[in-house]
């Protein structure tokens, strides 16, 4: 399935969990610190930012992480592979040209950026960033995608 995407940002919604998907925009190099080294990844503006919330809740938060990568280039932090904070985590993020949900990793623990950890319920879904939006294959026929618009505001009033 072909998705236009500009600006905005696609939810890939289960019945249980969720995904969302936003275009990187632009050109830069995403920092990805591991427990022994940090490395850094080119990112093109057609590249994808995927968030996913394998056990639902609020898009906020995650449509928030989309931002701190693609216009305030935090960098992503990966725990050890038995840390124990990462079962509290309730949203992880991969971003990359192409990326593919899996239920079989355990969330933040992966460094490879073309895998995410999901639900089982939306694991197996590839999504490619493309240039007029994003590709989706193998999604299960109860899942939805929609597009949503959202406007970071910036700066404090007093």
Same mark, same amino acid.
């Given at each position: 399935m072909n998705?236009?995407?500009g600006d905005e940002?696609?939810?890939i919604q289960g019945k249980k969990s969720f995904l969302l998907v936003g275009k990187?925009?632009?050109r830069f190099s995403l920092c990805i610190e591991t427990p022994t080294e940090e490395y850094c990844q080119g990112i093109d503006p057609d590249d994808i930012v995927v968030v996913s919330a394998p056990d639902g809740g609020d898009v906020v938060p995650g449509i928030m992480l989309i931002e701190f990568i693609r216009k305030y280039r935090m960098p992503l932090l990966v725990l050890p592979k038995d840390h124990p904070g990462s079962r509290r985590l309730?949203?992880?993020v991969s971003v990359g040209p192409k990326i593919? =949900?899996?239920c079989a990793i355990r969330r933040g623990t992966h460094p490879a950026q073309h895998l995410?950890?999901?639900n089982d319920e939306l694991a197996g879904i590839t999504i =490619?960033? =493309?240039g007029s939006g994003i590709e989706i294959s193998a999604m299960p026929d109860y899942a939805t995608v929609e597009r949503m618009h959202f406007e970071l505001k910036t700066g404090f009033s007093v």
């Open positions: 998705f236009s995407l940002i696609a939810l990187a925009q632009s309730s949203y992880v593919q =949900t899996n995410i950890c999901s =490619t960033g =493309t």
